[in-house]
């Protein structure tokens, strides 16, 4: 089965940079997407197909892909980011969806 | 405004079979534009996907849970339907449904359907699993 590994958690300073990895083998030839979950809430997509953002998601989130790593960035980080990211990936060759293991973000 | 509201029993006992809806409301189920997923959650751990259905019927499961799991749509109710048999303990969860964006590339000669992100989910229902 496919894999995607992500760090357990991020620390970032108010108006500093976060940047959440995650890791999958030839991560790059497939497409990434990154949600974003507060506590009792439901995920919210933050970033599709590697790089695009979905209406109503500020700037300052971003995304790449290249490799194994895709990244997630958010550049000015409020403490309103702080939440855990889950990347996902559609595996061609197995025809499913896979999640990472999600990062905690936290702002302090 | 697009919402999606799932629901079913809160408390299913092992060995029967989970049986969840998701009424889709301010859309299409039938939109060609769109797969429509399940995804749970079980308490304090990450998502899983289970599975994904496009309105032509066209299905794409979790490898691990294709034995046990059925996704189908009712066109009539605008409703999307999960079924999944011989529960345990590790099948209680919070349950959610998503609409996804998907696109098609193409894979040597062969034409191939991407999922790309899930953009609109609903609130999720939680399901224990228990006697």
């Known amino acids: 089965s496919y894999d995607l590994a992500q760090p357990p958690s991020v620390s970032v300073s108010p108006g500093q940079t976060a940047s959440i990895t995650c890791f999958g083998d030839k991560l790059g030839e497939k497409y990434a997407c990154w949600y974003q979950q507060k506590p009792g809430q439901s995920p919210v997509l933050v970033i599709y197909?590697?790089?695009k953002r979905p209406s109503g998601i500020p700037e300052r989130f971003s995304g790449s892909n290249s490799g194994n790593t895709a990244t997630l960035t958010i550049s000015g980080t409020q403490a309103m980011d702080e939440a855990v990211y889950y990347c996902?990936?559609?595996?061609?060759?197995?025809?499913?969806?896979?999640f990472g293991t999600g990062t905690k973000v936290t702002v302090l | 405004q697009l919402q999606l509201q799932e629901s079913g029993p809160g408390l299913v006992k092992p060995s029967e079979t989970l049986s969840l809806a998701c009424t889709v409301s301010g859309g299409s189920i039938s939109s060609s534009d769109y797969y429509w997923g399940w995804i749970r959650q079980p308490p304090g751990k990450g998502l899983e996907w289970i599975g994904s259905f496009y309105y032509s019927g066209s299905t794409y499961y979790k490898p691990s849970l294709k034995s046990r799991v059925s996704i189908s749509a009712d066109t009539s109710k605008n409703q999307l339907s999960l079924r999944l048999t011989s529960v345990t303990a590790a099948d209680t969860a919070v349950y959610y449904c998503a609409r996804t964006i998907f696109g098609v590339v193409i894979v040597g000669f062969t034409p191939q359907n991407v999922l790309y992100g899930m953009d609109v989910w609903g609130q999720g229902t939680t399901v224990t699993v228990s006697s």
């Open positions: 996902q990936a559609w595996d061609t060759s197995t025809a499913s969806y896979v």
């Open positions: 197909q590697d790089t």
